[in-house]
């Protein structure tokens, strides 16, 4: 066939952003076609990282005919935000960030996200070429392979115990510039059990996990949806998810969905510059990521989140993602890896199954880096039960309670609760601390390692410097009928 080629040109405002995020921009493909490349231009572009009124920022995606709408974009075939100004999709190769298969004759969709549009507005350019496949598999991680197949079958190391793993990553399926055998050998220098791998919007980097896995490192299919009103992970979902949403209606149905197809749903750090969670914080997920990279990037208002919800009665699980953006692996980690922060999660087995279901559970804790410091926190006696668990105790009666710390000397341990906060000096690198307690309502207590703070520990949350945290036993009291 002879070369062909459309071109879409058009002009927008900050009022045509106010009535939707996202520009569809139909065109139509004839038979025959293998191979498709896009180009795009704007006006006054800038990089997504600077402040919202620097410039215009345009994301770019791609639906096919199998369907464009919100909530039922089947024909999802790849998204790379604002990282990239040309991508190509053929039958066996496609641009990070976009899935390879056939080219369907029909009418397909380019989608323009407007991130951040001047008032003086916006012009765009789209060219896309369409030619016959041409060619096989391109770069190292090009491939045909389904989305979706890998991380989801058995157990790569069985037993229980504690494994220790990243939930956020990123590679250049979106905005990093490593692959995802960069980051398997990053998560393998750190020691890690496993990882998450959340490309931003896109599920293309599946195809890619088991090749770069193996039997001492699970990698489990992950997206960041992102919004332009706040970041959420989902892990172990079966396929793409939508991530075209600004109102809480709209973002329960996406929850809904990851719960449907066997997902979590983890609201991304909740704080300034994070971005914020704009959404309500009453809907139904299952985790808040509470340690986003350093500590110091203002993670105690996330943990301020999720306290809030505790103290409501929520029981959302808390859990920690370096959010790295992997660059080519050259054998020497940096400052700030994959595992900082770690997330602990202790599971039957290391399968996606396996961790999902330990996190589910409230089964996690959080250190700094993959080398500890580790903190554990159980119920002892008569009333038993660890992190995530609830303990069901008679009216008056107490329970004991046991926090142990390895690797933390000199750091203080706080007891938190619905009760307050207290505060034990850790003693030695294998310390352990047991109490009693008597709540007199429903309540729970978690634990935090805290580097000392000359007393400003209790007065001032962003001066606590957290090196651990742990999931909160929840304690309730029984109510006649009930065994306790």
């Known amino acids: 066939m002879v070369e062909l080629s459309r071109t879409l040109t058009g002009f927008v405002t900050p009022a045509d952003k106010a009535t939707n995020d996202y520009l569809l921009l139909p065109f139509e493909v004839p038979p025959g076609v293998g191979r498709l490349t896009?180009?795009?231009?704007?006006?006054?572009?800038?990089?997504?990282?600077?402040?919202?009124?620097?410039?215009?920022?345009?994301?770019?995606?791609?639906?096919?005919?199998?369907?464009?709408?919100?909530?039922?974009?089947?024909?999802?075939?790849?998204?790379?935000?604002?990282?990239?100004?040309?991508?190509?999709?053929?039958l066996a190769?496609?641009?990070?960030?976009?899935?390879?298969?056939?080219?369907?004759?029909?009418?397909?969709?380019?989608?323009?996200?407007?991130?951040?549009i001047l008032p003086q507005g916006c012009h765009y350019h789209v060219g896309i070429t369409l030619s016959e496949e041409q060619g096989g598999r391109g770069a190292e991680e090009q491939g045909s392979k389904g989305a979706g197949e890998q991380g989801r079958g058995g157990a790569v190391c069985c037993g229980p115990r504690w494994y220790r793993g990243d939930l956020q990553s990123h590679t250049y399926h979106s905005d990093g510039t490593g692959s995802v055998a960069d980051l398997a050998a990053a998560a393998r220098a750190q020691r890690l059990d496993f990882v998450a791998v959340t490309d931003h919007n896109t599920v293309s980097h599946w195809a890619?996990?088991?090749?770069?896995?193996?039997?001492?490192?699970?990698?489990?299919?992950?997206?960041?949806?992102?919004t332009y009103y706040g970041h959420a992970n989902a892990w172990g979902a079966r396929g793409w998810q939508e991530f075209r949403c600004r109102d809480d209606a709209t973002m329960a149905r996406i929850i809904d969905a990851v719960h449907a197809s066997g997902g979590l749903f983890s609201v991304n750090h909740p704080k300034d510059n994070g971005p914020a969670w704009e959404y309500s914080p009453d809907l139904p997920f299952d985790c808040v990521e509470v340690w986003q990279g350093l500590w110091a990037a203002n993670n105690w208002q996330s943990v301020d989140f999720w306290d809030s919800l505790l103290r409501q009665g929520r029981r959302v699980v808390a859990v920690g993602g370096s959010d790295k953006h992997v660059a080519p692996f050259t054998g020497q980690l940096s400052f700030y890896d994959l595992g900082m922060p770690t997330t602990w999660v202790y599971a039957e087995e290391l399968s996606t199954a396996g961790i999902l279901a330990g996190i589910r559970a409230g089964h996690v804790f959080i250190s700094a880096e993959p080398q500890g410091p580790e903190l554990y926190l159980a119920a002892d006696g008569v009333y038993e039960g660890t992190m995530g668990d609830e303990v069901?105790?008679?009216?008056?009666?107490?329970?004991?309670?046991?926090?142990?710390?390895?690797?933390?000397?000199?750091?203080?341990?706080?007891?938190?609760?619905?009760?307050?906060?207290?505060?034990?000096?850790?003693?030695?690198?294998?310390?352990?601390?047991?109490?009693q307690a008597r709540p007199q309502d429903d309540t729970f207590y978690r634990l935090e390692l805290v580097e000392p703070s000359g007393g400003r520990v209790e007065r001032d949350a962003a001066a606590t410097v957290r090196r651990a945290l742990t999931n909160p036993i929840y304690v309730t009291i029984a109510t006649p009928g009930r065994d306790g």
């Not at 496609?94 to 991130?115: D, K, M, S, V």
């Not at 926090?403 to 294998?430: F, M, P, T, W």
């Open 208 to 226: 890619h996990l088991a090749a770069a896995g193996g039997d001492d490192l699970l990698l489990i299919p992950g997206q960041e949806i992102t």
């Open 93 to 116: 190769d496609a641009t990070p960030g976009y899935l390879p298969g056939p080219i369907y004759p029909g009418t397909w969709h380019i989608i323009l996200g407007l991130y951040h």
């Open 38 to 90: 896009v180009r795009y231009t704007y006006t006054h572009r800038v990089s997504a990282a600077l402040p919202g009124g620097s410039g215009n920022v345009v994301d770019i995606g791609v639906f096919d005919p199998r369907g464009a709408a919100v909530l039922q974009g089947h024909g999802f075939r790849g998204w790379s935000g604002s990282d990239r100004s040309q991508f190509t999709i053929g």
């Open 392 to 435: 069901v105790i008679a009216n008056g009666r107490p329970v004991m309670l046991r926090a142990q710390v390895v690797g933390g000397r000199g750091l203080v341990l706080r007891i938190v609760s619905g009760e307050g906060v207290k505060s034990v000096a850790v003693e030695g690198d294998d310390f352990t601390h047991r109490w």
